[in-house]
């Protein structure tokens, strides 16, 4: 898959595939939350949990995404 095709397949799904919706806001929302903890100028050890856990998730939900994208590449 070249990176102009991903793009488009990616609107497709994002505008027919709610699932695919989801998947795209969580991890919007993974990215948010991380941007904030990386700010932190003194993250407790909890914070800094969530941050691993949180870029272990995101990175699930970035494979999850990009498996789905070359599905419908592929049947479409």
Known sequence: M??????VVRDEL???NSVFRELVQKHQ???ERLHELQHLSY???EEMLEET?????????????YAMMEKHQRTH
Do not use: F
């Not at 949180?54 to 990175?59: A, E, V």
């Open 2 to 7: 070249d990176m102009s095709t991903p793009n």
């Open 14 to 16: 994002l505008k027919s």
């Open 29 to 31: 929302n993974y990215e």
């Open 43 to 45: 993250p407790s050890e």
């Open 53 to 65: 856990t949180l870029k272990k998730k995101k990175l699930l939900l970035k494979d999850e995404i």
